[in-house]
């Protein structure tokens, strides 16, 4: 008996989803800026089957990380737990608390404070009031990074290699005044770099306005703050010396001292490093020795905000 090869169609077939895969869809579709979800629409944002879903969901509300209410399901208090207590040890929410607070108190509009992850801004913090709900934002909540003030002063001053994969995700147009041209986006962020500052008029939603400033030393922004506010377009230059100083008195809160101190003393591990590199290059060009305490001073720096990420 012959026995036939079997045919190549050249695709491998892909494992079903596990368990665990398929509870972090169901979460993930609550990711959005409805709170409140039914069995129909968790189907729908999670693309799994429907009694699948709905196994699930009974399993997460008896878990508390749900809750139920009639059709609806929302995010529970076990979820709500877990997530302040991430943010209680978020040590840069920590740092930059009080700095948020007082700047909210100076300009009486709506603070962030927000991180990036791939083409979207994370907002860390968030501080308003009632009359602030007109700025549609969310601790905890996305938007895409190209077309909000805390997304551009973020990408000024990031690796090419983000700017890029930015741009390969789109530049879709969120409101008429939205940059969708690679270039003139490129252009934006040089700007951005001059300035020091990041302005979005109404980039990202009709009638808001914002002014962001990056917090980075003297490498890449590992963050950034801003101050939003609807019909605010006349306020932005005159907040944006506010908002860059809270960057850099948060930056500060986070670096400034221990650094400082530690090179005082010549004892911190970055300072010897520092010094082994310059020694290192008494060998070779007198630039590049030169350059080589910022070089590993914000690597230093990168290395100690990875505590919290």
């Excluded at 169609?9 to 609550?30: N, R």
């Excluded at 943010?87 to 948020?100: D, G, I, V, Y």
């Excluded at 939603?205 to 030393?217: E, Q, S, T």
């Excluded at 960057?247 to 005082?264: E, K, M, N, Q, T």
Aim: hydrophobic share 40%.
């Amino acid at each position: 008996m012959t026995v036939q090869p079997v045919q190549q169609t050249g695709h491998e077939a892909q494992p079903p989803p596990s368990l665990l895969e398929k509870a972090a869809l169901v979460l993930g579709a609550f990711q959005g800026s409805t709170p409140r979800l039914t069995l129909t629409e968790v189907v729908h944002r999670s693309g799994l089957p429907r009694s699948s879903v709905h196994r699930i969901l009974d399993q997460l509300v008896q878990l508390r990380w749900l809750d139920r209410d009639g059709r609806d399901y929302r995010l529970g208090m076990r979820m709500l737990e877990l997530g302040a207590m991430a943010s209680h040890h978020n040590r840069l929410r920590r740092a930059a608390l009080p700095h948020l607070h007082e700047l909210h108190e100076k300009v009486g509009h709506v603070v962030h404070l927000a991180v990036i992850d791939g083409p979207e801004v994370v907002y860390l913090e968030r501080i308003g009031g009632a009359a602030d709900c007109s700025v549609p934002s969310r601790t905890g909540g996305r938007q895409p990074a190209y077309c909000t003030g805390t997304g551009k002063a973020i990408l000024a001053f990031a690796d090419e290699a983000l700017v890029a994969e930015v741009l390969r995700s789109g530049l879709r147009p969120r409101t008429p005044y939205t940059i969708t041209r690679p270039r003139a986006f490129r252009e934006e962020l040089a700007r951005i770099r001059e300035r020091g500052v990041a302005f979005d008029q109404e980039e990202a939603f009709r009638g808001v306005a914002c002014v962001g400033a990056p917090l980075r030393g003297s490498g890449r922004a590992i963050a950034s703050i801003s101050v939003c506010g609807n019909g605010v377009h006349r306020e932005l230059e005159r907040m944006a010396p506010a908002v860059l100083g809270t960057a850099r008195a948060v930056w500060s809160a986070l670096y400034g001292p221990g650094r400082a101190a530690a090179a005082r003393s010549g004892s911190r591990p970055g300072a010897r490093a520092a010094g082994a590199a310059r020694a290192a290059g008494n060998g070779s060009d007198a630039g590049a020795a030169a350059m080589a305490p910022a070089q590993m001073d914000t690597m230093m720096s990168w290395l100690r905000f990875a505590e919290w990420m």
